[in-house]
């Protein structure tokens, strides 16, 4: 079969991209951890206050060196915005919003999530790196955004 060489150019480029695709795709979750939102817990969203765990927010300890960390969002902070967590914790973080969609991230870390009203966002990360940590609000929830920010603190035992 006799094939145009501009033809072998795109289908080795089309392939070539397909592959790089893939491998950053297979990178980001298995070696990054990356992973779409749990989603599989609900919660009323007007009585997060009076819903265990979010009743209570702050860090719980769980076992030998692990914690929960209970989060509530909501325009324009986050309870509790100052967290001491000591160094090689293993923390599984609960995330949830009373209004409307706010980001979870902490930069310099693989925690991201988006918190929605209604659901529970939870994942696990952790912290061996001492040092201050910025939680930020990645999406835009209106006039106050900007300032929503926490601190986490990650301390030698
Ligand atoms: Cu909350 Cu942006």
């Known amino acids: 079969m006799h094939m145009h060489k501009y033809e072998k150019i795109w289908l080795v480029f089309g392939i070539g991209v397909l592959f790089a695709f893939l491998v950053i795709v297979g990178v980001s979750a298995f070696a990054e951890g990356q992973q779409p939102p ?8 007007e009585k997060v206050d ?7 927010p702050g860090l719980v ?3 030998d060196n692990e914690y929960q960390l209970n989060i509530v969002v909501h325009a324009f902070a986050f309870t509790p915005n100052q967290i001491e967590i000591p160094k090689g914790a293993k923390v599984t973080i609960n995330v949830t919003t009373k209004d409307v969609i706010h ?13 929605e009203p209604g659901y529970i966002n939870t994942l ?5 790196k001492p ?16 300032m929503m920010t926490g601190r986490i603190k990650v301390v030698e035992k």
């Open 38 to 45: 749990s989603c599989l817990t609900t919660i009323d969203p």
């Open 50 to 56: 009076q819903t265990p765990p979010f009743d209570k």
């Open 61 to 63: 300890k769980t076992g």
């Open 103 to 115: 980001g979870f991230q902490v930069p310099g870390t693989n925690i991201n999530m988006m918190v």
């Open 124 to 128: 696990t990360h952790t912290f061996n």
């Open 131 to 146: 040092g201050e940590y910025t939680i930020l609000c990645n999406e835009y929830c209106g006039a106050g955004h900007h």
